[in-house]
């Protein structure tokens, strides 16, 4: 009967010892990845504007503001920009969008 409980105590130890050790490895390989992604110099954007359209709502002088899926970003382009050209990205860095226009 001891055999029998020992085994069981044993079994039980090694399970506790074993998700222990997975829920560390875890928790070490996404802190790795993390350290990894952070010191990458490119900035990796999940959501990106890249070929979407929109429409030009003011030209200033050096730049334009465009409205792309419900919200409002600073833009420039080669062409020539007038209030409600349809115009498409091509470009995008930071904060600033590159366009082309599509439509007039």
């Not at 560390?24 to 010191?39: C, K, N, P, R």
């Amino acid at each position: 009967m001891s055999l029998l409980f020992g085994l069981n105590y044993y079994f039980l130890f090694f399970n506790e010892r074993m998700t222990d050790a997975l829920f560390v490895g875890a928790v070490l390989e996404l802190l790795i990845a993390g350290y990894v992604l952070l010191q990458k110099k490119e900035k990796v954007f999940f959501f990106s504007l890249l070929h979407h359209q929109g429409r030009v709502l003011e030209v200033k002088d050096h730049y334009s503001l465009v409205k792309i899926q419900g919200e409002i970003w600073k833009a420039v382009s080669d062409d020539q920009l007038h209030v409600d050209d349809l115009v498409e990205v091509i470009e995008e860095a930071k904060f600033e969008l590159t366009l082309k226009v599509i439509k007039r």
